[in-house]
């Protein structure tokens, strides 16, 4: 704690030393020339939920939350988003008034990615795969039916995993096997499993009756030119990496602690980009 009024915020892990929200933040406070601070918060946890409620009343504006601790932030929460609700996850909260609010902004940031990044993509054009249905698929899958795209396949290794998540989004969302992901009229593909990570086993997944006019996301971004980008975009498909999702997702955190509305530019992603060399 910084000993002065300034907003002091950081992000909650563990381990959390690899998070590059202290540099995301750390260059927005000092393009803004903004007081405050952002750092690295590691916590285990058996000590989660003591820790976050002294920060809370030890003059700091919030967190951002990292594995392992999503869930557990979302139990502690005095009140949720909708989004963090129905992916069941928080990864930001905000202390305000003595009480303990979460947000989930990986739907808003995979979103915001995407009007950057694949600006010709419209919710109205057509059905949308999902592969993965971990924390991050729910909250592609959350992002994509509240932007509108009204056919969700939902493609997992695990089937009773795509079957709850099915479950918990209603009608518009299936579950397909990787054999039959129904790929032949979709007109966006999200990898959202951890295959084409480095360390990770890659991602096989055949693109020929990919229709060409579909985009082409990733939110892997380690690496950030994954392989299926690298197919995708060799076949002619507009592509999207996954540094966009991890800028975005940390704008609604920042604006709430620092009272400042960021944006993500070149300069920020160079400044991220340097963090992942
Ligand atoms: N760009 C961003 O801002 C952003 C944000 C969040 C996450 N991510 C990235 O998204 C990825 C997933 O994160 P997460 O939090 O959703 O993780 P998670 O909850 O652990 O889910 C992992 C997903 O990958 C699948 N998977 C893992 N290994 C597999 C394998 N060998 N074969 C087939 N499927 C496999 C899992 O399938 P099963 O259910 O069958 O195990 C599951 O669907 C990670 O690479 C993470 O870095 C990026």
């Given at each position: 704690m910084n000993g002065s009024s300034a907003p002091m915020a950081g992000v909650l892990g563990w381990?959390?030393?690899?998070?590059?929200s202290p540099r995301l933040h750390g260059h927005w406070l000092k393009r803004y020339d903004l007081p405050g601070s952002y750092e690295h918060l590691p916590v285990p946890p058996e000590l989660f939920e003591g820790y976050v409620r002294a920060l809370a009343t030890n003059g700091y504006a919030g967190a951002n939350v990292t594995l392992p601790h999503k869930e557990a932030a979302l139990a502690l929460c005095d009140e949720v988003d909708p989004a963090a609700r129905a992916i069941g996850a928080v990864n930001t909260l905000i202390f305000r008034d003595g009480r303990i609010e979460g947000q989930n902004s990986d739907a808003f940031g995979f979103l915001e990615s995407l009007r950057q990044d694949?600006?010709?993509?419209?919710?109205?054009?057509g059905p949308a795969v999902v592969l993965g249905a971990g924390g991050a698929a729910r909250a592609i899958v959350f992002a994509l039916k509240s932007a509108g795209v009204s056919e969700i396949r939902v493609v997992n290794r695990s089937a009773a995993r795509a079957e709850r998540l099915v479950a918990d989004f209603g009608s518009s969302v299936t579950a397909r096997p990787w054999t039959a992901a129904?790929?032949?009229?979709?007109?966006l593909l999200v990898n959202a499993?951890?295959?084409?990570?480095?360390g990770q086993p890659p991602l096989e997944l055949?693109?020929?009756?990919?229709?060409?006019?579909a985009a082409v996301a990733d939110?892997?971004?380690?690496?950030?030119?994954?392989e299926l980008l690298s197919r995708a975009s060799a076949a002619g498909h507009a592509t999207m990496d996954g540094l966009g999702m991890l800028l975005h997702q940390a704008r609604p955190g920042f604006e709430a602690w620092f009272s400042h509305r960021p944006e993500v530019d070149a300069a920020l992603r160079a400044a991220v980009l340097e963090g992942l060399t």
């Open positions: 381990p959390v030393r690899h998070s590059l694949l600006p010709a993509w419209k919710p109205s054009t129904g790929l032949v009229d979709t007109c499993t951890s295959l084409g990570m480095a055949d693109l020929q009756s990919l229709p060409s006019t939110i892997v971004y380690q690496p950030l030119r994954t």
